[in-house]
């Protein structure tokens, strides 16, 4: 991936030195190989994973990036004009041609323990050209003026010092989700290849009122990648998209993900979590804990991602239906494969454990009662009998063998079942599980 970065910067460069030869040009300009667009500031940069901005009293500060990959900040400093670029990768971005066989100075210097070390060259017309490396990103400062060398290495300086050294035992600063529900479009470097994609959603009403969408990312060079959500056979399609993000589950993989979550029926929500490659959108896929398979997104709504761990919401069907939560990670094999957090259960996410109004006789659908000895395990008493008129709150489930619950004097406790997956019904002790209690509400 380096490779192609340092060769798509020789590409420009060689057509800035073309287009200089072209203007019958012989002295050193600064030219720039369009497109150049102009930015508002140096937040625009941070998608190209680039920080970089004018020195402390700069003057006359403008913005810019060049061909998607390149960012770039011209000020102007004790009366002399610069131009001062970054970009992923190796390579000389300045963009300036011309005679540099006047001289060249290697600066080196200290800073935070490491070493730091310049290029400076001298043109003919006095103007210098600083180039130095750092952390994968190559930088360069050319000024027309001609200033001292000093004078020049000491501002390559107070740019190195002003936006610290990356320093590989500092966490980098999280990538904050960006959520597009609204623009449908949105622009990032998905790939890690220095270069901006565009991503966006287009959706579409059939004659029947049927929803299609399409994810298409827009590589810099215009070529366009297109999923078809619902093409694949078990893929469902989305009707109402509620969820529309760009995350980073990984910040060290130099990847983005894109997530889409929706209603692909009356309440049934899934979760596409993409990647672009380079060559093709990838959805994850998720492990089906009993069947063993994998299939194309997860089930439920995705609610957020912190630390590579996703938290999805659905309704679960365990002892009536509830609305829980369950944290799902990228399974250790380095397959695009969710499976939930080992150890972890859904959990009940709609405030019932923590509401005194569930315990209450009228409350229906949250606390259930017994209707006749239910046999569980309680923690620290080991297993017994619940009897019959007995309020209990399902808490947590892993959606096959147990739920957890808690009972109205906070004792909690595990109730074991065997869901018949023929038949689909659930059984306890052998039991169909509504021989236990007065009411299970089980929606839909
Ligand atoms: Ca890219
Ligand atoms: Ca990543």
Redesign the pocket.
């Given at each position: 991936m380096k490779r192609k970065v340092a060769l798509t910067l020789a590409l420009l460069l060689a057509a800035a030195l073309a287009a200089g030869c072209a203007a019958g040009e012989d002295k050193p300009s600064a030219q720039l190989p369009n497109p150049v667009e102009e930015v508002d500031g140096p937040e625009d940069f941070l998608p190209l994973g680039i920080a970089i901005d004018a020195p402390q009293n700069a003057e006359d500060v403008s913005y810019a990036i060049i061909s998607d990959t390149v960012a770039q900040v011209e000020f102007t400093l004790d009366g002399n004009g610069y131009t001062y670029r970054a970009a992923k990768g190796e390579g000389d971005i300045s963009g300036v041609s011309g005679l540099f066989n006047v001289g060249t100075l290697n600066v080196n210097w200290e800073f935070e323990g490491k070493g730091v070390s310049a290029v400076v060259k001298t043109a003919e017309t006095g103007g210098r050209l600083a180039t130095w490396e750092e952390a994968g990103i190559s930088y360069s400062l050319w000024t027309e003026s001609a200033v001292s060398d000093d004078v020049i290495s000491s501002l390559v300086l107070k740019l190195v010092v002003q936006q610290g050294l990356a320093d590989p035992e500092d966490t980098p600063a999280p990538?904050a989700p960006v959520d597009f529900l609204e623009a449908r479009t949105a622009q990032a470097d998905l790939n890690?290849d220095g270069a901006l994609e565009t991503v966006n959603l287009v959706t579409t009403t059939d004659e029947y009122g049927w929803e299609h969408n399409t994810l298409n990312v827009t590589t810099a060079d215009g070529t366009v990648y297109e999923l078809q959500v619902g093409e694949e056979a078990w893929l469902l399609e989305i009707q109402w998209v509620t969820v529309l993000q760009l995350i980073?589950?990984?910040?060290?993989?130099?990847?983005?993900?894109v997530v889409l979550s929706g209603d692909y029926a009356s309440s049934d929500y899934i979760t596409l979590i993409c990647r672009f490659d380079g060559t093709q959108i990838l959805i994850a896929g998720s492990e089906d804990l009993i069947s063993g398979e994998t299939y194309s997104g997860i089930y439920g709504e995705f609610e957020g991602a912190e630390n590579g761990i996703v938290t999805i919401s659905d309704a679960v069907d365990v002892l009536g239906t509830w609305w829980g939560t369950r944290r799902y990670a990228l399974s250790t094999e380095g397959a695009f494969v969710f499976s939930p957090v080992e150890g972890e259960l859904w959990q009940r996410a709609d405030g019932a454990a923590e509401d005194p109004q569930t315990w209450a006789d009228e409350e229906f659908g949250r606390a259930l009662r017994t209707k006749a000895e239910l046999p569980v395990t309680l923690d620290g008493e080991g297993e017994t009998a619940l009897p019959a008129g007995t309020k209990l709150l399902i808490t947590a489930s892993d959606n096959s063998s147990i739920a957890r619950f808690v009972l109205e004097d906070g004792r909690t406790g595990t109730i074991a079942f065997v869901r018949d997956t023929t038949d689909w019904v659930t059984r306890i002790n052998g039991i169909e599980e509504s021989e236990y209690f007065e009411v299970l509400p089980y929606a839909g």
């Open positions: 990538f890690g980073d589950l990984d910040p060290d993989d130099g990847m983005l993900e």
